[in-house]
Protein backbone atom coordinates (compact mmCIF):
# COMPACT_ATOMS: atom_id res chain seq x y z
CA UNK A 1 0.00 0.00 0.00
CA UNK A 2 1.33 3.68 -0.88
CA UNK A 3 2.23 5.72 2.25
CA UNK A 4 -0.09 8.38 3.14
CA UNK A 5 0.32 12.21 3.86
CA UNK A 6 -1.72 14.84 5.07
CA UNK A 7 -2.12 18.35 4.09
CA UNK A 8 -3.89 21.09 5.10
CA UNK A 9 -4.48 23.87 2.62
CA UNK A 10 -3.89 21.65 0.18
CA UNK A 11 -6.42 23.38 -1.94
CA UNK A 12 -4.45 26.18 -3.55
CA UNK A 13 -0.76 27.80 -3.54
CA UNK A 14 1.95 26.19 -1.39
CA UNK A 15 -0.62 23.29 -0.25
CA UNK A 16 -1.69 22.10 -3.34
CA UNK A 17 1.99 22.57 -5.26
CA UNK A 18 3.24 20.31 -1.88
CA UNK A 19 0.26 17.71 -2.18
CA UNK A 20 1.45 17.46 -5.88
CA UNK A 21 4.89 16.80 -4.98
CA UNK A 22 3.83 14.14 -2.74
CA UNK A 23 1.36 12.16 -5.27
CA UNK A 24 4.28 12.26 -7.71
CA UNK A 25 6.36 10.23 -5.01
CA UNK A 26 3.94 8.05 -4.53
CA UNK A 27 1.81 9.22 -1.60
CA UNK A 28 -1.88 8.87 -1.27
CA UNK A 29 -2.76 12.73 -0.32
CA UNK A 30 -5.62 13.87 1.81
CA UNK A 31 -6.22 17.52 1.36
CA UNK A 32 -7.73 19.55 3.37
CA UNK A 33 -9.51 22.72 3.43
CA UNK A 34 -12.57 24.77 4.30
CA UNK A 35 -14.43 25.16 0.27
CA UNK A 36 -15.51 21.81 -1.57
CA UNK A 37 -14.97 23.38 -4.88
CA UNK A 38 -11.66 24.74 -4.34
CA UNK A 39 -10.23 20.95 -3.07
CA UNK A 40 -12.55 19.48 -6.05
CA UNK A 41 -10.23 21.57 -8.03
CA UNK A 42 -7.09 20.69 -6.63
CA UNK A 43 -8.09 17.11 -6.51
CA UNK A 44 -8.10 16.92 -10.28
CA UNK A 45 -4.89 18.66 -10.78
CA UNK A 46 -2.95 16.72 -8.37
CA UNK A 47 -4.06 13.29 -9.97
CA UNK A 48 -5.55 9.85 -8.80
CA UNK A 49 -3.96 9.97 -5.42
CA UNK A 50 -5.71 12.57 -4.30
CA UNK A 51 -9.01 12.66 -2.03
CA UNK A 52 -10.24 15.62 -0.07
CA UNK A 53 -11.82 16.45 3.22
CA UNK A 54 -13.87 19.58 3.89
CA UNK A 55 -13.29 21.11 7.29
CA UNK A 56 -12.30 24.20 9.15
CA UNK A 57 -9.17 22.55 11.06
CA UNK A 58 -9.43 25.78 13.64
CA UNK A 59 -12.79 24.55 14.88
CA UNK A 60 -12.32 21.42 16.78
CA UNK A 61 -15.96 19.86 15.96
CA UNK A 62 -14.06 19.07 12.77
CA UNK A 63 -11.23 17.65 12.67
CA UNK A 64 -12.75 14.10 13.29
CA UNK A 65 -13.52 14.65 9.49
CA UNK A 66 -10.53 14.48 8.88
CA UNK A 67 -9.06 11.64 11.42
CA UNK A 68 -11.88 9.49 9.89
CA UNK A 69 -10.48 10.05 6.28
CA UNK A 70 -6.97 8.85 7.93
CA UNK A 71 -8.79 5.94 9.10
CA UNK A 72 -6.31 2.70 10.19
CA UNK A 73 -3.83 3.44 8.41
CA UNK A 74 -0.39 4.86 9.31
CA UNK A 75 0.57 8.46 8.45
CA UNK A 76 3.49 9.14 6.97
CA UNK A 77 3.95 12.70 6.46
CA UNK A 78 1.80 15.65 8.31
CA UNK A 79 1.95 18.78 6.54
CA UNK A 80 0.30 21.54 8.40
CA UNK A 81 0.37 24.23 5.66
CA UNK A 82 -3.38 26.06 6.67
CA UNK A 83 -3.09 29.62 7.35
CA UNK A 84 -3.84 33.34 6.79
CA UNK A 85 -3.04 36.68 7.19
CA UNK A 86 -6.48 37.93 9.00
CA UNK A 87 -6.89 41.76 8.71
CA UNK A 88 -8.41 43.86 11.56
CA UNK A 89 -12.37 45.01 10.91
CA UNK A 90 -10.85 48.38 12.03
CA UNK A 91 -7.76 49.24 9.54
CA UNK A 92 -5.75 51.30 9.47
CA UNK A 93 -4.78 49.61 12.64
CA UNK A 94 -5.37 51.39 15.44
CA UNK A 95 -7.79 54.17 13.96
CA UNK A 96 -10.53 53.07 15.90
CA UNK A 97 -9.20 50.07 18.49
CA UNK A 98 -11.14 49.09 21.03
CA UNK A 99 -9.39 46.17 22.75
CA UNK A 100 -12.62 43.95 21.67
CA UNK A 101 -11.54 44.33 18.15
CA UNK A 102 -7.64 44.21 19.28
CA UNK A 103 -8.85 40.75 20.98
CA UNK A 104 -10.80 39.46 17.72
CA UNK A 105 -8.07 40.31 15.91
CA UNK A 106 -5.51 38.85 17.90
CA UNK A 107 -7.88 35.80 17.99
CA UNK A 108 -8.89 35.36 14.27
CA UNK A 109 -4.87 35.06 13.47
CA UNK A 110 -4.14 32.56 16.42
CA UNK A 111 -7.00 30.54 15.23
CA UNK A 112 -5.74 30.69 11.80
CA UNK A 113 -2.08 29.96 11.91
CA UNK A 114 -1.56 28.43 15.39
CA UNK A 115 -4.65 26.43 16.34
CA UNK A 116 -5.37 24.75 12.88
CA UNK A 117 -1.79 23.28 13.41
CA UNK A 118 -2.08 22.22 17.21
CA UNK A 119 -5.75 20.87 16.72
CA UNK A 120 -5.04 18.91 13.36
CA UNK A 121 -1.41 17.37 14.61
CA UNK A 122 -2.75 16.61 18.13
CA UNK A 123 -5.99 14.79 16.68
CA UNK A 124 -3.39 12.63 14.02
CA UNK A 125 -0.69 11.90 16.82
CA UNK A 126 -2.14 8.56 17.08
CA UNK A 127 -2.13 7.82 13.51
CA UNK A 128 1.75 9.05 12.72
CA UNK A 129 4.01 6.26 11.76
CA UNK A 130 6.62 5.40 14.55
CA UNK A 131 9.43 5.28 13.53
CA UNK A 132 9.16 7.83 10.32
CA UNK A 133 6.39 9.95 10.50
CA UNK A 134 7.48 13.21 9.29
CA UNK A 135 5.68 16.24 10.46
CA UNK A 136 6.08 19.95 9.05
CA UNK A 137 4.91 23.08 10.25
CA UNK A 138 4.44 26.16 8.27
CA UNK A 139 5.54 29.23 9.42
CA UNK A 140 6.30 32.59 7.44
CA UNK A 141 9.60 35.20 7.38
CA UNK A 142 6.96 37.45 8.95
CA UNK A 143 7.61 35.45 12.32
CA UNK A 144 11.62 36.56 11.94
CA UNK A 145 11.12 40.05 10.54
CA UNK A 146 7.93 41.33 12.14
CA UNK A 147 5.56 43.72 9.86
CA UNK A 148 2.24 41.88 10.35
CA UNK A 149 1.59 42.57 13.93
CA UNK A 150 -0.67 39.61 15.71
CA UNK A 151 0.02 37.44 12.13
CA UNK A 152 3.59 37.36 12.94
CA UNK A 153 3.42 36.78 16.60
CA UNK A 154 0.78 33.62 15.78
CA UNK A 155 3.83 31.87 12.93
CA UNK A 156 6.44 32.68 15.63
CA UNK A 157 4.43 30.80 18.73
CA UNK A 158 4.58 28.20 15.80
CA UNK A 159 8.47 27.55 16.41
CA UNK A 160 7.79 27.04 20.27
CA UNK A 161 5.33 24.64 19.54
CA UNK A 162 7.16 22.51 16.85
CA UNK A 163 10.23 22.44 19.21
CA UNK A 164 8.45 20.78 22.21
CA UNK A 165 6.56 18.54 19.77
CA UNK A 166 10.15 17.43 18.33
CA UNK A 167 11.03 16.46 21.86
CA UNK A 168 8.17 14.69 22.83
CA UNK A 169 8.22 12.49 19.45
CA UNK A 170 12.15 11.96 19.01
CA UNK A 171 12.32 8.70 20.73
CA UNK A 172 9.49 7.57 19.04
CA UNK A 173 11.49 7.94 15.67
CA UNK A 174 9.15 11.43 14.61
CA UNK A 175 10.92 14.12 13.42
CA UNK A 176 9.29 17.72 13.36
CA UNK A 177 10.40 21.03 11.47
CA UNK A 178 9.44 24.24 10.58
CA UNK A 179 9.26 25.74 7.10
CA UNK A 180 9.58 29.46 7.26
CA UNK A 181 8.53 30.83 3.43
CA UNK A 182 9.53 34.09 2.33
CA UNK A 183 7.36 36.10 -0.18
CA UNK A 184 5.46 33.48 -2.68
CA UNK A 185 3.41 34.32 -5.37
CA UNK A 186 0.80 32.16 -7.04
CA UNK A 187 -1.27 31.71 -4.37
CA UNK A 188 -4.47 33.13 -2.89
CA UNK A 189 -2.14 34.70 -0.02
CA UNK A 190 -2.15 37.90 -0.50
CA UNK A 191 -5.47 37.96 -2.06
CA UNK A 192 -6.59 41.46 -3.51
CA UNK A 193 -3.96 43.56 -1.18
CA UNK A 194 -0.58 43.29 -3.13
CA UNK A 195 0.35 46.02 -5.35
CA UNK A 196 2.73 46.29 -7.97
CA UNK A 197 5.06 48.27 -5.39
CA UNK A 198 4.86 45.79 -2.74
CA UNK A 199 5.60 43.06 -5.00
CA UNK A 200 8.96 45.08 -5.90
CA UNK A 201 9.90 45.94 -2.90
CA UNK A 202 9.49 42.29 -1.61
CA UNK A 203 11.70 40.68 -4.67
CA UNK A 204 13.84 43.70 -4.14
CA UNK A 205 14.61 42.17 -0.31
CA UNK A 206 15.67 38.77 -1.71
CA UNK A 207 18.98 38.29 -2.54
CA UNK A 208 18.07 36.60 -5.83
CA UNK A 209 16.06 38.90 -7.25
CA UNK A 210 12.89 36.73 -7.54
CA UNK A 211 9.82 36.31 -5.34
CA UNK A 212 9.53 32.48 -4.34
CA UNK A 213 6.74 30.02 -5.93
CA UNK A 214 4.78 27.53 -4.42
CA UNK A 215 7.37 24.81 -5.72
CA UNK A 216 10.20 26.39 -4.05
CA UNK A 217 8.63 25.20 -0.95
CA UNK A 218 6.95 22.26 -2.37
CA UNK A 219 11.14 20.91 -2.74
CA UNK A 220 11.75 21.86 0.66
CA UNK A 221 9.03 18.99 1.63
CA UNK A 222 10.42 16.85 -0.69
CA UNK A 223 13.94 17.34 1.04
CA UNK A 224 12.47 16.55 4.94
CA UNK A 225 9.93 13.90 3.99
CA UNK A 226 12.71 12.17 1.82
CA UNK A 227 15.69 10.05 2.80
CA UNK A 228 17.44 13.29 2.76
CA UNK A 229 15.47 14.42 5.78
CA UNK A 230 15.85 11.63 8.37
CA UNK A 231 18.38 12.97 10.73
CA UNK A 232 16.62 16.70 10.22
CA UNK A 233 14.56 17.79 13.41
CA UNK A 234 13.60 20.50 15.55
CA UNK A 235 15.05 23.29 12.96
CA UNK A 236 13.48 26.01 11.59
CA UNK A 237 14.41 25.58 7.36
CA UNK A 238 14.26 29.13 5.77
CA UNK A 239 13.16 29.24 2.48
CA UNK A 240 13.35 32.65 1.30
CA UNK A 241 15.87 33.88 -1.45
CA UNK A 242 18.41 35.49 1.19
CA UNK A 243 15.72 37.95 2.26
CA UNK A 244 16.69 37.41 5.49
CA UNK A 245 20.42 36.16 6.33
CA UNK A 246 21.10 33.29 8.28
CA UNK A 247 18.20 33.10 11.30
N1 LIG B 1 2.40 33.33 0.15
C1 LIG B 1 3.33 33.81 0.95
O1 LIG B 1 4.02 34.79 0.63
C2 LIG B 1 3.57 33.15 2.29
C3 LIG B 1 4.73 33.56 2.99
C4 LIG B 1 5.02 32.97 4.22
C5 LIG B 1 4.17 32.02 4.73
N2 LIG B 1 3.05 31.64 4.03
C6 LIG B 1 2.21 30.59 4.65
O2 LIG B 1 2.12 29.51 3.75
C7 LIG B 1 0.88 28.82 3.98
C8 LIG B 1 0.18 28.62 2.63
O3 LIG B 1 -0.11 29.91 2.10
P1 LIG B 1 -0.32 30.21 0.55
O4 LIG B 1 0.62 31.30 0.19
O5 LIG B 1 -0.32 28.97 -0.25
O6 LIG B 1 -1.77 30.89 0.59
P2 LIG B 1 -3.22 30.33 0.22
O7 LIG B 1 -3.30 30.05 -1.24
O8 LIG B 1 -4.17 31.34 0.79
O9 LIG B 1 -3.32 28.96 1.01
C9 LIG B 1 -3.86 28.79 2.29
C10 LIG B 1 -4.75 27.57 2.25
O10 LIG B 1 -5.16 27.24 3.57
C11 LIG B 1 -6.54 26.95 3.58
N3 LIG B 1 -7.03 27.31 4.92
C12 LIG B 1 -6.90 28.49 5.55
N4 LIG B 1 -7.46 28.44 6.76
C13 LIG B 1 -7.95 27.18 6.91
C14 LIG B 1 -8.65 26.52 7.94
N5 LIG B 1 -8.97 27.14 9.08
N6 LIG B 1 -9.01 25.23 7.76
C15 LIG B 1 -8.68 24.58 6.60
N7 LIG B 1 -8.02 25.16 5.60
C16 LIG B 1 -7.67 26.46 5.74
C17 LIG B 1 -7.14 27.82 2.47
O11 LIG B 1 -8.30 27.24 1.88
P3 LIG B 1 -9.79 27.60 2.38
O12 LIG B 1 -9.87 29.10 2.45
O13 LIG B 1 -10.67 26.99 1.34
O14 LIG B 1 -9.93 26.93 3.71
C18 LIG B 1 -6.00 27.79 1.43
O15 LIG B 1 -6.16 26.69 0.55
C19 LIG B 1 0.10 29.65 4.98
O16 LIG B 1 0.26 29.09 6.26
C20 LIG B 1 0.77 31.02 4.92
O17 LIG B 1 0.65 31.72 6.13
C21 LIG B 1 2.74 32.18 2.83
Known amino acids: MSRLAVVSG????????????????????IIVGRRADVLADAVKWIGPQATAV????ADPTQIPAVVEAVGARPLDVLVNNAGAYVPSADSPPGADSTLDRVAEHWRANFDSNVLTAVLLTTALLPSLRRP??????TSSIAAQKGGC????AA???L????????VDLGDEGVTVNVISPGYVTDSEFF????????HQTRVDATLLKRPGEPQDIAEAVRWLTGPGGAYV???????????VLGR
Open 132 to 137: GGRIIL
Open 54 to 57: TADV
Open 233 to 243: TAQIINVNGGS
Open 149 to 152: GPYS
Open 155 to 157: KAA
Open 159 to 166: HGYALDLA
Open 10 to 29: GGTGIGRSTAGMLAGEGYDV
Open 191 to 198: ADRMTPEG
